[in-house]
C-alpha cells in the first residue's frame, strides 16, 4: 500500500520486542493463549513467537497492548476517501474470534474506516508473519495486510522499507498483490507480484492465510501456503536492501484512491475485512 514521501506513514507482532523488554512475559502470555501453548513448540521448520487471536467480547476494541490507530483523513498520499476513526463501528471484535474491519457510507456521503497498526508496541524482524483474512469487496474498496519499517519517524518513507504482505483492489475479486518499496523502488515503481485464485472464486468469498517469509536476502511471499514470488537482495540492483530491521504492522481498509479508484453505484456499503489471526514464526 505505497503512498508517497510527503506522508507521514505508520504498518506487531512481536519476533524482536521493541521497548517491551520489561513485560515480556506478560506480552507473550497475551499474545499466546494459554490454550494453544502446543503451537509455541517447534513445528515442522518454524516456532511459534508471538499471536493475536482476536478472542474476546462481540464489541469489544482490539488489544490495546498490541494495536493502535492511525486517525484522520487527508488521503494518506494515495487520494483515499475515507477518514480513519478509532471507533467501535470501524473496528471490533466480533465474539467469534475476528477482528473486524468495516468501511462505512455515512449519512452525509462521507466514508470511515479504521487502519490498525503495531508502531511503537511489537515489532518482527525475520520469519513468517501471516494472517488469515476474509477480504471485503466492491469497486473502490482496497483492503490490505502490510508492514512498515520501525524507524519511518527518523528517516522517512520509503527509507524506512515497506512489505506489503496483501493488498486487493475491489475491481480485480481473483487476484491479490504483494509488494516491497524501498529507495529507488517506491509507489508506482515497488517491486510486485500478483496471485490469481486458483479456484477462480473472489478473494472475498472465504478467508484465506496471507504471509511472507522473510529472511536477511530474501521475501517470499504466500496464499494458503503456496508461494508466488520471491524477492532477493539482487532484484533491488544498486538500490538499498532495506529490509534488515525490525518492522511493524498495518491491517486497514482503505475506500478509493489512485488505484482502486472510488465507489460507484455497485459498491455495497458497510464493507468488512475479517482477520482471524494474526502470527509470527521464526523460521529454521
Known sequence: MDQGPAIDRRRFVALGLTGAAAT??????????????ARAATTGTTTLLAADEFDGAAGSAPNPSIWRYDLGAGGWGNGELETYTDSRRNSQLDGKGNLVITARRE????????RLKSEGTYTAQYGRVEARIKIPRGQGIWPAFWMLGADIGQVGWPACGEIDVMENVGYEPTLVHGTVHGPGYSGANGI???????SGAAFADDFHVFGVDWRPDSITWTVDGVAYRTVTRADVGSNPWVFDGPFFVILNVAVGGGWPGSPDATTRFPQQMLVDWVRV????
Open 107 to 114: 449519512p452525509d456521503g462521507t466514508y470511515t474506516s479504521a
Open 192 to 198: 510486485s507480484s500478483t496471485y490469481r485464485n486458483p
Open 281 to 284: 514464526s521464526q523460521l529454521a
Open 24 to 37: 515480556a512475559a506478560a506480552t507473550t502470555a497475551a499474545l499466546v493463549r494459554g490454550s494453544d501453548s
